[in-house]
């Protein structure tokens, strides 16, 4: 755990190596914290979970679908423990409570390394959100009520991390695409899928898992979308 870094990410793909498989990096602030996109993530000293976790899943998993789920799935049961509410997922990587972002996850290849980073709000209340700015930006402290230090966020996280992780090389992979839809929560309602290619598919979401999104576009006409080409899921 460290009190300052430039990003836990770049700290943990610098202290990657064959051997680092389940690595952890916290730090209490960052001053150059990244987010997707090549935006900037930001957060007051130790008011965040700040963590980076180097992952050298087997072929099979290396998937950015996959590690996502299985990071969103985790972090949502560590947050439904330290605070009671339940998190929806948010494609492509965040997790919001009540209509707000409460964590955002960073998933990066480094050689055979991928390190999963995410940054879980905490200690934050909403006239802090709203004075810099972030009036969409929930924490932990807001939802359940009680201020949670980043150690213990970090053991109960780690926790999850390590189950569902271990879940998806047992072979357990149904059980936490089951629950990562679940968490997505849009099963049979009318969505916006867009696309990297810039284009967008309107229809009913059928089924989703892991190989693909099932949209009916039409009365009985389906079309099959690869999770990786989705750059965003939306109700209609
Ligand atoms: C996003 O919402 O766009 C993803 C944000 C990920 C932020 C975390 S904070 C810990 C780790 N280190 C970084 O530089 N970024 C991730």
Known sequence: MFDELDSTNTTAAQLASANADGLAIIADFQTAGRGQYG??????????????????????????????AF???????????????????????????????VCGLLIESHAANVILGLGLNLTQTADEFATVG????????????????PREAAEAVLRR?????NRLLAGERVAVEAEWKWRVGLLGR???????DGSTVSGRLHEMGFDGLELEVADGFFRVIVPETVTHLRTA
Do not use: H
Not at 71 to 92: D, H, T
């Open 71 to 101: 990071a969103a799935v985790a972090v949502a049961e560590a947050v439904f423990a330290l605070s009671g509410a339940q998190a929806r997922m948010k494609w492509p990587n965040d997790l919001f409570v009540r209509g707000k972002k």
């Open 161 to 165: 991390l390590d189950r569902e992780y």
């Open 134 to 149: 972030l009036p969409d930006a929930t924490s932990i402290r807001i939802v359940g009520g009680r201020v949670i230090e």
């Open 190 to 196: 009318q969505v916006v899928v867009e696309l990297r």
């Open 39 to 68: 935006r900037t993530w930001q957060s007051r000293p130790a008011s965040s979970l700040l963590l980076s976790v180097v992952l050298r899943p087997p072929a099979e998993l290396c998937r950015p679908v996959i590690l996502t």
